[in-house]
C-alpha cells in the first residue's frame, strides 16, 4: 500500500509541475481557451473514448470465455477500468495484470488460468500495436510529418525498437518451445558464471516452468483462431478510436485548422509508442511532453497547453478515477494486498 501511495504523490507532483509549466506564461489565454471549449464535442470526445474501452473490453472478454463461459460482459468492463486504475498508478504499467488475475479468481478462474488470460489478451493488444504503428510510419514516409525533427524521430524509433522487440519475444517464446528452453538456459547459465545468480539449478526449473506457461498460452490461442483474430481486429479498432480521439478534442478547443485523420492518427500513434519506455507511473511528463512535441506541429499558442490537458484528462485521469471508484464499489482494502500475494506466487 505504501508504494501505490507513493506512486500517486509522485503522479500528483508531475501533475502539478505540469500544470504550473503550462499555465505561468499565459495563464488567462489557456483558462479563457479551456472555458471557451464547444461541450458538444467534449461530449463526442468523451464518447469516443467510452467506444475504446468498449473494442478493448471485447477484446479480453472473448479471451476470458474460453475458460470461464458464465463470465459477464459488464465484469469485462469492470477489469477494464480497474486494469486502468493500476496501470495509471504503478510504474511501466506493471500494476493492472496482478489485479484483473485477482479478480478472476473470485470467480472462480485458477491463478494459473488467469495468467493465461492476462498473456493472451497482451499478446493480442502488442500485434494490433504493432500493426498500427507500421501503418503511421508509412503516413510518415508519405507525408513527411516528422522526418525534420530529429529528436521526435529518435523516441518514437526507441519505442518502436522496444514494442518490436517485446512482440517478437512473446511470439517466440509463446510457439517454439526449443527456443525457450535454450535461451532460458544460455542466460541464466551466463549470469551464474559471474556470480549474479544463486541455485542456478532453481533458476532453471523455475523459468522453464514459465516457459512452458507461454508455450501452452500460445498452442492455446493456436486452437481458438477466430477468437484471436477477432481480439487483434477489436484491439485495432480500439486503438483507430483511440488515435483519432485528439481530433474532436481540437473541434472543442477550436484549433483543428491543420490537422486531419492521417496526421492525428500518426502523431497519436507515435505519442502512444514512445510512452512504452517512461517508467513513471502513467508515463506521466512524458506522454504529455511526447503529446505536445508531435502535435505542436500542427498546434501551437495557448491552444495547445489546453488541447495536451484535456487530452490527459480524458484518456488518463477520469478513466483511473473511474477504475478507482469501480474497485472501491466491489473490493476492500484487502484486496491490493491479495494481488500482490498473487504477483509473488507467479514469480
Request: one cysteine or more; charged letters at 15%; a positive charge.
Given at each position: 500500500m505504501k508504494k501505490k501511495w507513493l506512486n500517486v504523490l509522485i503522479i500528483l507532483v508531475i501533475t502539478v509541475v505540469f500544470l504550473w509549466w503550462s499555465l505561468k506564461d499565459n495563464f488567462n489565454e489557456v483558462v479563457g481557451t479551456l472555458f471557451a471549449s464547444n461541450i458538444g464535442w467534449i461530449i463526442v470526445s468523451l464518447a469516443a473514448f467510452c467506444v475504446y474501452m468498449l473494442f478493448d473490453t471485447l477484446s479480453t472478454y472473448g479471451i476470458i470465455r474460453i475458460y470461464k463461459k458464465d463470465v459477464t460482459f459488464r465484469f469485462a468492463l469492470y477489469l477494464g477500468l480497474i486494469n486502468k486504475f493500476f496501470c495509471g498508478i504503478t510504474p511501466l504499467s506493471s500494476g493492472g495484470q496482478p489485479m484483473q488475475i485477482y479478480e478472476l479468481k473470485k470467480k472462480g478462474v485458477p491463478v494459473s488460468t488467469g495468467a493465461n488470460i492476462e498473456v493472451q489478451a497482451y499478446m493480442m493488444f502488442q500485434i494490433a500495436l504493432m500493426m498500427t504503428a507500421v501503418i503511421s510510419v508509412i503516413f510518415d514516409q508519405i507525408f513527411h510529418f516528422f522526418q525534420y525533427?530529429?529528436?521526435?524521430?529518435?523516441?518514437?524509433?526507441?519505442?518502436f525498437v522496444i514494442n518490436l522487440v517485446i512482440l517478437l519475444v512473446l511470439l517466440f517464446v509463446s510457439f517454439s518451445k526449443n527456443f525457450n528452453r535454450i535461451v532460458a538456459r544460455g542466460v541464466i547459465n551466463a549470469l551464474a558464471k559471474f556470480g549474479l545468480v544463486r541455485n542456478?539449478?532453481?533458476?532453471?526449473?523455475?523459468?522453464?516452468?514459465?516457459?512452458?506457461?507461454?508455450?501452452?498460452?500460445?498452442?492455446?490461442?493456436?486452437?481458438n483462431k477466430k477468437v484471436f483474430?477477432?481480439?487483434?481486429?477489436?484491439?485495432?479498432?480500439?486503438?483507430?478510436?483511440?488515435?483519432?480521439?485528439?481530433?474532436?478534442?481540437?473541434?472543442?478547443?477550436?484549433?483543428?485548422?491543420?490537422?486531419?485523420?492521417?496526421?492525428?492518427?500518426?502523431?497519436?500513434?507515435?505519442?502512444?509508442?514512445?510512452?512504452?519506455?517512461v517508467p513513471i507511473p502513467g508515463a506521466s511528463g512524458g506522454m504529455e511532453a511526447g503529446f505536445m512535441?508531435?502535435?505542436?506541429?500542427?498546434?501551437t499558442g495557448p491552444a495547445l497547453n489546453v488541447f495536451v490537458l484535456v487530452w490527459r484528462a480524458i484518456t488518463y485521469y477520469l478513466p483511473m478515477i473511474a477504475g478507482a471508484i469501480a474497485f472501491n464499489i466491489y473490493n476492500g482494502k484487502g484486496a491490493i494486498a491479495e494481488a500482490e500475494k498473487l504477483t509473488e506466487k507467479k514469480k
Open positions: 525533427v530529429p529528436v521526435l524521430q529518435s523516441m518514437m524509433i526507441t519505442g542456478k539449478k532453481a533458476r532453471i526449473e523455475k523459468w522453464e516452468a514459465a516457459c512452458k506457461n507461454y508455450y501452452e498460452n500460445g498452442r492455446e490461442l493456436l486452437r483474430a477477432k481480439g487483434v481486429c477489436y484491439q485495432c479498432l480500439a486503438l483507430l478510436t483511440y488515435y483519432l480521439l485528439p481530433i474532436f478534442i481540437a473541434f472543442a478547443i477550436g484549433c483543428a485548422d491543420n490537422l486531419d485523420v492521417i496526421n492525428v492518427f500518426t502523431a497519436s500513434s507515435f505519442v502512444y509508442v514512445m510512452g512504452c519506455y512535441g508531435f502535435f505542436g506541429n500542427f498546434v
